[in-house]
């Protein structure tokens, strides 16, 4: 992927080094890695999984520490400004399209733990958007595990994981997650499982889109980049992370969609 030397958004704030705390309520979208391994943990102990997402939100205070970054976050934080820049630039375009005005997302880059309209997160949480407050977040050190836990190299890898987030902005902007949360209170709970994972593969969908598109306006792709994206749709999959924690699946805990859904989801919004 040639991201080097390219604009970077100025829509991205660094919060590394800065105390978590306590935030808002909201729902969390797209923060899926880290939560689906950790829920099916406290399910295998017999716990609520919902305790765990509470206990989240309810975090206490915390004090902020010196961070030093490294050479290699420094790197990876601006692969994340010239992924959200491109993000703009296109969904600028498709929302005129449509005579309407995107309203760009602001990303925050975190370590730790952090304090958003959503409330608190910590880093197992992994990337996710918060709807009241528009904005993306992400610890860097998630792209360190997708590459060495999961297996999903690659700064285009990187760049789907944005651009999956910045499509629950889409998402929100368009008015979808907040007809689909205003459903969930109606339906029992594989339901509002299946209306999660219908969200999460349309965002798929929407990271496809936004590569099509920035691949046609920038050029920016080597060989084996497409492969890169597919290969980490493929390894977040409800059905793969849950085979790893406990060795088998459970459809119906489902809430991103299977590996198989994932990647095909993405690749029918690359070729669309």
């Known amino acids: 992927m040639r991201w080097e030397g390219r604009r970077q958004s100025e829509n991205v704030e660094d919060r590394r080094g800065e105390g978590g705390g306590r935030g808002g309520g909201g729902l969390v979208l797209g923060g899926g890695l880290g939560t689906v391994v950790l829920v099916v943990i406290v399910m295998l102990l017999g716990g609520d999984p919902r305790a765990l997402l509470d206990m989240a939100n309810q ?15 420094e790197k990876l ?3 994340v400004g010239v992924v959200l820049a491109d ?6 375009e498709e929302f005129r399209k449509l005579g309407r005005t995107y309203q760009q997302p602001r990303l925050v880059v975190f370590a730790n733990g952090v304090r958003s309209g959503c409330g608190f997160a910590n880093s197992q949480v992994g990337p996710f958007y918060c709807p009241a407050d528009m904005t993306v977040y992400v610890d860097l050190s998630f792209f360190r595990e997708l590459n060495e836990r999961f297996g999903a190299p690659g700064d285009f890898a990187q760049a ?16 979808t997650s907040d007809k ?18 219908r969200l999460e593969l349309q965002a798929d969908f929407l990271a496809g889109m936004w590569a099509r598109k920035a691949q046609e306006k920038f050029n920016f792709l080597d060989e084996g ?24 699946v459970v459809p119906d805990s489902f809430t991103h969609g299977t590996s198989e859904q994932r990647v095909r989801w993405f690749r029918k919004g690359f070729q669309t």
């Open 59 to 73: 975090a206490p205070q915390q004090q902020g520490s010196e961070y030093v970054s490294s050479p290699e976050d």
């Open 180 to 197: 689909v949360n205003n459903a969930r209170g109606r339906v029992s709970e594989s339901e509002q499982n299946e209306l999660s994972v």
């Open 87 to 92: 993000t703009e630039e296109i969904w600028d």
């Open 225 to 248: 980049d497409l492969e890169e994206a597919l290969r980490a749709a493929n390894a977040i999959g409800d059905d793969t992370l849950q085979k790893q924690a406990q060795g088998h």
């Open 77 to 79: 934080k601006e692969l």
């Open 160 to 175: 789907y994981v944005i651009a999956h987030e910045v499509g629950h902005h889409v998402q929100k902007l368009l008015g």
